[in-house]
């Protein structure tokens, strides 16, 4: 990190202070100074120097440098020796007493050691003869090993050296008692990394890293410089890129090690004996470390001594833990202080404090059975089986990483291989929620595999399919494969062993006929429903349970769980199969199903409440339940969840109109989807980028993005996607006017007089089928597709169809009065504006439909409140009509305003144009593209670009210092979606970096002010 600070990450204001120390010395009135950069061990100190340095050397200025090392702290003057020497041809030039004494300092001559007061002076005489020649750097590194007596001597001149040109920067950790500390000199803190930075210098030196590996790193090397660069290079290429599980304690580099080494091995072996067992156990309190470290199968055996709470104190005065009596945990400084307790401790050292903290964490089974296995020399089933306990409440909190992790090591320790084998199976399925793809084939695999060798390929489980059948849909999108294999799994599925599985198998089924879209694909289902559903009243009127009442795979083994998870995977098979003949009531069943849920549900239980929320537009009762999964979630969860949270988010925000939102959402989504390999779940998120795109008419990023699902999709026969792409191309050809075209698209959905069965997406199509058959003259295919919409009773689903329905009835409404009362009733829907878009674009219809029959005065104000909308929203094509027909209905304009859009329109952001024809006017519209260019990028001249108001709250706070993650925390956002925002931000306030934030937001409420006026 050195070469003059290039590639020195997140320093900016310790160089600007370095930089504006070094002018000091070179004005005409020169201004010495010393400061003391304060810092962990490996936060940057030395990196910072070295800064300094390549600065001075780059000004003439003469740099003397000394560092600190262990060996030579009780040699005296070793230190002023090394930092003068290069000065020795100036020594003859001092006063005679003070020449003799720095000869003897330099070792030019011998003698007694001269006085203090002599060395001191003279040090300070010699420095400023140096510094009349050229102004001097002096840099001291790692001052806790400075010899004592050098310390008081260059204590002695960074007090003097003012009105010198002599600059002195120290180094040192904190919490050290030196010269250099008592002395009073002025402190810069050299702290962690934040978190953006952290992430920038992680990824610039190892990029590619796996997401779970990434993460993980960040988190131990807690912004700690060293530790990022140096953390990666002991991990495997495997570990890496994901395919293998990480290390619980990650093993450190010599570098690292030494890091620490030096106040670990100064402890006692009774403190030591506590930091190891500490190190173990992070949740385990002082109490429990001290019943650990006591016993006789604690790390040093019978005979060591047994600690006390005191014998923590070296280990506090050291600065390696914190012994918080307050709530009685001992707490690391540092993530790393706790891997080098444990890796400079012995193998058997290891292994007697997991026995020891097994025995006295009996009241903790998961975390006892965790000991149990590190303890452990070989195979050991009682242990297997401990782990697998654990791991199966570790899914019922919800946790499928910590199931994941469980499930392997118990497969390790499992001696008989059918046994482990189905834990592999189980551990891999796990690893597939959880974003671990690689990992999860990589088990598979290995399961596979002791089957073969042991010929026991009857025993593999419904478990295995559904890993395998995730595997090849998720990551290859090869629905039909995964779904034979499913429904092959469920018809050999053993209820009486698997009940577990058998409704995670089916739940599994079940997304893959969504996907798939093909009546035919969901037979296997229906017939599993009435099996199932036959198999649990049998049960029940015998006093059983049978497998359809089971627990899914969730883990839910509290109670009424798996019963809810039955029901939402019926509600999704009422919504999403066939919702036009089975999603009546289902609003309700939600409801009573979601009040059914813990105050804080599982993530699976959320995903399938929002799932079957989607096509009966509920999904906005439910959005904090989904918000604070994908917080929860997303750092160390089932990242799958996460993703589908994001596209239920995504959906919601733009059903309801809020699309900057839902931009930045579909965005953050599409990020994950590329980092996990969870290619299926793509196909959503560029739905609604599409349709936000063509509403503002971006065409081009519309056609992108659906073309780009069209590829994946259409071979793969997923039919349900190729859904989205139809959709989104009739929005885009109706924001055209190319009427023909958007009909061709919307009668590939369903055709026109009918709902197809299993294609849940042509209800949200029914008015846009509508309008595109009309307005291509198509009148009775549009009446056939309102009567068949009103033969389902659509509008009973939910309030947003029935939106829809009432719209479509006044498209294809006889006569000029019945047509407008037809819309009229339409836009009296109970809620019909929480629709934005949907409400708006009848708004709009309804206007125009006024205005051919003359009532230009009823006429304006449903084209002036569809105006206003699609202005709010930058559906500028929309925009467009609306203004036409209010000019054609006698009202004047104004220009159309600059373009909230979160897809981007650089094109026609300085389109300024306004509807007079007066020379002012004209010369303003011809001017437009090059003054808006001249104002700057996102700024038109005379008009100010407004920021929405959630992209003003995360500018203010990006403003304050705050990193992405902390703006994420504070606003309920992924750190991918403050990014996102920021993106869009800058442009709009003329900046590329958060540097020019505070000043840009100054300028911003000015130009509000101005615009007020």
Same mark, same amino acid.
């Given at each position: 990190?050195?070469?003059?600070?290039?590639?020195?990450?997140?320093?900016?204001?310790?160089?600007?202070?370095?930089?504006?120390?070094?002018?000091?010395?070179?004005?005409?009135?020169?201004?010495?100074?010393?400061?003391?950069?304060?810092?962990?061990?490996?936060?940057?100190?030395?990196?910072?120097?070295?800064?300094?340095?390549?600065?001075?050397?780059?000004?003439?200025?003469?740099?003397?440098?000394?560092?600190?090392?262990?060996?030579?702290?009780?040699?005296?003057?070793?230190?002023?020796?090394?930092?003068?020497?290069?000065?020795?041809?100036?020594?003859?030039?001092?006063?005679?007493?003070?020449?003799?004494?720095?000869?003897?300092?330099?070792?030019?001559?011998?003698?007694?050691?001269?006085?203090?007061?002599?060395?001191?002076?003279?040090?300070?005489?010699?420095?400023?003869?140096?510094?009349?020649?050229?102004?001097?750097?002096?840099?001291?590194?790692?001052?806790?090993?400075?010899?004592?007596?050098?310390?008081?001597?260059?204590?002695?001149?960074?007090?003097?050296?003012?009105?010198?040109?002599?600059?002195?920067?120290?180094?040192?950790?904190?919490?050290?008692?030196?010269?250099?500390?008592?002395?009073?000199?002025?402190?810069?803190?050299?702290?962690?990394?934040?978190?953006?930075?952290?992430?920038?210098?992680?990824?610039?030196?190892?990029?590619?890293?796996?997401?779970?590996?990434?993460?993980?790193?960040?988190?131990?090397?807690?912004?700690?410089?060293?530790?990022?660069?140096?953390?990666?290079?002991?991990?495997?290429?495997?570990?890496?890129?994901?395919?293998?599980?990480?290390?619980?304690?990650?093993?450190?580099?010599?570098?690292?090690?030494?890091?620490?080494?030096?106040?670990?091995?100064?402890?006692?072996?009774?403190?030591?004996?506590?930091?190891?067992?500490?190190?173990?156990?992070?949740?385990?309190?002082?109490?429990?470390?001290?019943?650990?470290?006591?016993?006789?199968?604690?790390?040093?055996?019978?005979?060591?001594?047994?600690?006390?709470?005191?014998?923590?104190?070296?280990?506090?005065?050291?600065?390696?833990?914190?012994?918080?009596?307050?709530?009685?945990?001992?707490?690391?400084?540092?993530?790393?202080?706790?891997?080098?307790?444990?890796?400079?401790?012995?193998?058997?050292?290891?292994?007697?404090?997991?026995?020891?903290?097994?025995?006295?964490?009996?009241?903790?089974?998961?975390?006892?059975?965790?000991?149990?296995?590190?303890?452990?020399?070989?195979?050991?089933?009682?242990?297997?089986?401990?782990?697998?306990?654990?791991?199966?409440?570790?899914?019922?909190?919800?946790?499928?990483?910590?199931?994941?992790?469980?499930?392997?090591?118990?497969?390790?320790?499992?001696?008989?291989?059918?046994?482990?084998?189905?834990?592999?199976?189980?551990?891999?399925?796990?690893?597939?929620?959880?974003?671990?793809?690689?990992?999860?084939?990589?088990?598979?695999?290995?399961?596979?595999?002791?089957?073969?060798?042991?010929?026991?390929?009857?025993?593999?489980?419904?478990?295995?399919?559904?890993?395998?059948?995730?595997?090849?849909?998720?990551?290859?999108?090869?629905?039909?494969?995964?779904?034979?294999?499913?429904?092959?799994?469920?018809?050999?599925?053993?209820?009486?062993?698997?009940?577990?599985?058998?409704?995670?198998?089916?739940?599994?089924?079940?997304?893959?006929?969504?996907?798939?879209?093909?009546?035919?694909?969901?037979?296997?289902?229906?017939?599993?429903?009435?099996?199932?559903?036959?198999?649990?009243?049998?049960?029940?009127?015998?006093?059983?349970?049978?497998?359809?009442?089971?627990?899914?795979?969730?883990?839910?083994?509290?109670?009424?769980?798996?019963?809810?998870?039955?029901?939402?995977?019926?509600?999704?098979?009422?919504?999403?199969?066939?919702?036009?003949?089975?999603?009546?009531?289902?609003?309700?069943?939600?409801?009573?199903?979601?009040?059914?849920?813990?105050?804080?549900?599982?993530?699976?239980?959320?995903?399938?409440?929002?799932?079957?929320?989607?096509?009966?537009?509920?999904?906005?009762?439910?959005?904090?339940?989904?918000?604070?999964?994908?917080?929860?979630?997303?750092?160390?969860?089932?990242?799958?969840?996460?993703?589908?949270?994001?596209?239920?988010?995504?959906?919601?925000?733009?059903?309801?109109?809020?699309?900057?939102?839902?931009?930045?959402?579909?965005?953050?989504?599409?990020?994950?989807?590329? %980092?996990? $390999?969870?290619?299926?779940? *793509?196909? +959503? #998120?560029?739905?609604? !980028? =599409?349709?936000?795109? @063509? /509403? &503002?008419?971006?065409?081009?990023?519309?056609?992108?993005?659906?073309?780009?699902?069209?590829?994946?999709?259409?071979?793969?026969?997923?039919?349900?996607?190729?859904?989205?792409?139809?959709?989104?191309?009739?929005?885009?050809?109706?924001?055209?006017?190319?009427?023909?075209?958007?009909?061709?698209?919307?009668?590939?959905?369903?055709?026109?007089?009918?709902?197809?069965?299993?294609?849940?997406?042509?209800?949200?199509?029914?008015?846009?089928?509508?309008?595109?058959?009309?307005?291509?003259?198509?009148?009775?295919?549009?009446?056939?597709?309102?009567?068949?919409?009103?033969?389902?009773?659509?509008?009973?689903?939910?309030?947003?169809?029935?939106?829809?329905?009432?719209?479509?009835?006044?498209?294809? %409404?006889? $006569?000029?009065?019945?047509? *407008?009362? +037809? #819309?009229?009733?339409? !836009? =009296?829907?109970?809620? @019909? /504006? &929480?629709?934005?878009?949907?409400?708006?674009?009848?708004?709009?219809?309804?206007?125009?439909?006024?205005?051919?029959?003359?009532?230009?005065?009823?006429?304006?104000?449903?084209?002036?409140?569809?105006?206003?909308?699609?202005?709010?929203?930058?559906?500028?094509?929309?925009?467009?009509?609306?203004?036409?027909?209010?000019?054609?209905?006698?009202?004047?304009?104004?220009?159309?305003?600059?373009?909230?859009?979160?897809?981007?329109?650089?094109?026609?952001?300085?389109?300024?144009?306004?509807?007079?024809?007066?020379?002012?006017?004209?010369?303003?519209?011809?001017?437009?593209?090059?003054?808006?260019?001249?104002?700057?990028?996102?700024?038109?001249?005379?008009?100010?670009?407004?920021?929405?108001?959630?992209?003003?709250?995360?500018?203010?706070? *990006?403003?304050?210092?705050?990193?992405?993650?902390?703006?994420?925390?504070?606003?309920?956002?992924?750190?991918?979606?403050?990014?996102?925002?920021?993106?869009?931000?800058?442009?709009?306030?003329?900046?590329?970096?958060?540097?020019?934030?505070?000043?840009?937001?100054?300028?911003?409420?000015?130009?509000?002010?101005?615009?007020?006026?």
């Amino acid at each position: 990190m050195g070469g003059g600070g290039v590639g020195l990450v997140g320093r900016r204001e310790a160089l600007e202070l370095v930089d504006t120390l070094l002018t000091g010395l070179t004005r005409p009135a020169p201004t010495g100074a010393a400061w003391l950069l304060r810092g962990g061990p490996g936060i940057g100190k030395t990196a910072l120097l070295d800064a300094a340095a390549a600065r001075a050397g780059a000004e003439a200025i003469q740099v003397l440098r000394v560092s600190g090392v262990e060996f030579e702290a009780d040699i005296g003057l070793s230190a002023l020796h090394q930092m003068l020497y290069p000065l020795r041809d100036l020594v003859d030039d001092l006063p005679s007493g003070q020449r003799a004494a720095m000869n003897q300092v330099l070792g030019l001559t011998d003698g007694p050691y001269p006085e203090p007061l002599v060395v001191s002076s003279g040090a300070l005489a010699l420095l400023v003869a140096a510094a009349s020649r050229t102004p001097v750097l002096m840099l001291v590194d790692d001052i806790s090993w400075i010899d004592t007596w050098s310390a008081t001597v260059l204590g002695f001149v960074a007090r003097r050296i003012a009105g010198h040109p002599i600059l002195f920067l120290a180094a040192a950790r904190p919490g050290g008692d030196t010269v250099f500390h008592r002395i009073g000199l002025p402190e810069l803190e050299v702290a962690p990394l934040p978190g953006d930075e952290a992430a920038a210098l992680l990824d610039a030196r190892h990029p590619g890293l796996a997401p779970r590996a990434r993460e993980r790193l960040l988190g131990e090397a807690a912004g700690n410089p060293l530790a990022l660069l140096e953390l990666p290079a002991l991990l495997t290429e495997p570990q890496l890129a994901g395919r293998e599980v990480l290390p619980a304690q990650l093993p450190l580099s010599r570098r690292l090690e030494a890091l620490f080494a030096s106040r670990v091995r100064a402890l006692s072996v009774p403190t030591h004996r506590l930091l190891l067992i500490a190190a173990l156990e992070p949740a385990a309190d002082l109490v429990t470390v001290l019943l650990a470290a006591g016993g006789a199968d604690g790390p040093g055996g019978a005979d060591a001594p047994a600690p006390t709470i005191d014998d923590l104190a070296p280990a506090e005065a050291a600065d390696l833990v914190r012994a918080d009596h307050a709530d009685g945990q001992v707490v690391f400084r540092h993530p790393l202080i706790r891997s080098a307790v444990v890796q400079m401790s012995s193998s058997a050292d290891r292994r007697a404090a997991h026995r020891a903290l097994a025995r006295v964490l009996r009241a903790h089974p998961d975390r006892r059975a965790w000991h149990l296995a590190e303890a452990a020399l070989g195979p050991d089933e009682e242990v297997a089986d401990a782990l697998e306990e654990a791991a199966h409440r570790a899914l019922a909190r919800g946790s499928a990483p910590a199931a994941m992790r469980t499930l392997i090591r118990a497969a390790g320790l499992t001696p008989a291989p059918v046994d482990r084998a189905r834990r592999l199976a189980e551990a891999a399925y796990n690893a597939n929620r959880c974003g671990q793809l690689d990992i999860a084939n990589r088990l598979l695999g290995e399961a596979r595999r002791i089957h073969a060798a042991t010929e026991t390929t009857g025993a593999r489980l419904s478990h295995e399919a559904a890993t395998e059948a995730s595997l090849l849909a998720y990551r290859e999108g090869d629905v039909d494969a995964a779904h034979r294999l499913l429904v092959t799994a469920l018809a050999a599925a053993d209820s009486a062993v698997e009940a577990d599985w058998v409704n995670e198998t089916l739940f599994m089924l079940l997304v893959m006929c969504y996907h798939g879209g093909r009546a035919e694909l969901w037979e296997p289902l229906v017939a599993a429903r009435a099996r199932l559903t036959a198999t649990a009243t049998a049960a029940a009127s015998g006093g059983g349970s049978g497998a359809a009442g089971g627990v899914g795979a969730g883990g839910d083994t509290s109670g009424g769980g798996g019963t809810i998870l039955v029901e939402l995977m019926w509600l999704c098979h009422d919504t999403l199969g066939d919702p036009a003949r089975t999603a009546h009531g289902a609003r309700e069943r939600l409801r009573a199903t979601a009040a059914g849920l813990s105050s804080d549900p599982q993530p699976w239980q959320v995903s399938r409440l929002c799932f079957a929320a989607q096509y009966v537009d509920a999904l906005d009762e439910y959005r904090d339940l989904c918000r604070r999964m994908v917080a929860r979630e997303r750092d160390d969860g089932s990242i799958i969840s996460v993703i589908s949270g994001l596209t239920f988010l995504a959906v919601d925000f733009y059903l309801r109109g809020q699309w900057d939102e839902s931009a930045a959402i579909a965005e953050d989504g599409l990020g994950l989807v590329a %980092a996990f $390999g969870y290619q299926l779940l *793509a196909g +959503a #998120f560029r739905f609604v !980028l =599409a349709m936000i795109a @063509a /509403a &503002r008419g971006d065409l081009e990023a519309a056609r992108v993005y659906s073309d780009t699902t069209a590829a994946w999709v259409e071979p793969r026969r997923i039919v349900q996607q190729q859904a989205f792409v139809w959709h989104a191309r009739a929005v885009a050809a109706l924001a055209q006017g190319d009427y023909e075209d958007a009909y061709a698209h919307a009668v590939r959905i369903s055709p026109a007089g009918t709902l197809v069965s299993h294609a849940p997406h042509a209800l949200w199509a029914v008015g846009d089928l509508v309008e595109a058959a009309v307005r291509t003259g198509r009148l009775d295919e549009a009446r056939a597709h309102v009567a068949a919409a009103k033969e389902a009773d659509l509008a009973a689903v939910s309030p947003r169809l029935a939106l829809l329905v009432a719209g479509a009835e006044a498209f294809v %409404a006889d $006569g000029a009065d019945r047509q *407008a009362k +037809a #819309f009229e009733a339409a !836009l =009296a829907v109970a809620d @019909a /504006a &929480r629709w934005t878009f949907d409400h708006a674009r009848l708004q709009l219809a309804h206007g125009e439909a006024l205005r051919r029959d003359r009532e230009i005065i009823r006429a304006r104000r449903p084209l002036r409140e569809a105006l206003e909308t699609f202005d709010r929203l930058g559906a500028r094509l929309w925009a467009d009509r609306a203004r036409s027909e209010l000019r054609a209905a006698g009202v004047t304009v104004a220009a159309r305003p600059l373009s909230p859009s979160a897809v981007g329109l650089a094109a026609e952001q300085a389109d300024a144009a306004s509807a007079g024809a007066d020379k002012g006017a004209g010369a303003a519209a011809g001017a437009g593209p090059a003054a808006a260019v001249a104002a700057g990028p996102g700024r038109s001249a005379g008009r100010v670009e407004r920021l929405t108001p959630q992209e003003l709250q995360i500018a203010q706070l *990006a403003a304050t210092g705050l990193t992405n993650k902390q703006i994420g925390e504070k606003l309920f956002l992924g750190h991918r979606t403050v990014s996102a925002h920021l993106y869009r931000i800058f442009p709009k306030l003329g900046i590329t970096s958060r540097a020019a934030l505070r000043d840009a937001l100054d300028a911003y409420a000015a130009d509000l002010a101005d615009a007020a006026e």
